[in-house]
């Protein structure tokens, strides 16, 4: 886990380095990105056309690409779909809410994300139990604007977790970190650049 100084406070990050994992939106989201000295990347809203030439792209420039499988148009978010992703598309890792999915990218040997909303009560519980079950390598809570619910997620399930949504400050993100957070998923560009690797300090 490296220690990193922002404006003469000392804290944990341990993704790879990063704590920021920009995510991107668009065409430009992503050329803005691609000059950038982050290494990974999440693709929020994309279509299918497009997913190999993104990755690809992305991989000329030493990027290593997180795809959100729930968000892809044009692309049924099953097993099969996580089945192509892996080995047509071939990005870094996959993220969804689907377990099945999370359980296909583990056996692919991809980064495996599981996002889980915390909605109420009922809900976290159902999710405690999908989660046991698809055993993810990193779990994205959101919103990540609730540093206990981090806590509790992270002491319960004994998984990595990256706080996403709402994530609007550099306070916030912070407070994600300070909960136990490895990194924070978002599309604030003000974020991006504040964090970038190698401008910390």
């Avoid at 970190?177 to 998923?185: D, K, L, N, S």
């Amino acid at each position: 886990m490296d220690e990193v100084m922002d404006g003469g406070e000392r804290w944990q990050v341990s993704f790879f380095g990063q704590p920021i994992m920009p995510s991107i939106r668009g065409w430009k989201d992503f050329e803005a990105l691609i000059a950038s000295s982050y290494t990974y990347l999440v693709l929020l809203d994309s279509q299918i056309g497009q997913l190999k030439s993104i990755v690809d792209e992305a991989s000329r420039h030493g990027k290593r690409i997180l795809i959100h499988a729930d968000l892809i148009e044009g692309l049924k978010n099953d097993e099969h779909a996580a089945q192509f992703l892996c080995q047509q598309i071939a990005p870094a890792g996959i993220i969804s809410t689907r377990a099945g999915v999370i359980q296909k990218t583990k056996q692919n040997g991809l980064i495996a994300i599981q996002r889980l909303f915390l909605l109420d009560t009922n809900a976290l519980e159902k999710s405690y139990a999908v989660i046991e079950r698809a055993q993810p390598d990193f779990i994205e809570v959101l919103p990540g604007v609730m540093p206990h619910m981090i806590r509790e997620v992270k002491e319960k399930t004994g998984t990595p977790v990256l706080a996403g949504g709402l994530i609007r400050t550099a306070d916030d993100v912070e407070a994600a970190i300070a909960a136990g957070a490895e990194a924070v998923t978002t599309s604030r560009r003000e974020l991006w650049k504040r964090y970038a690797p190698g401008q910390e300090g």
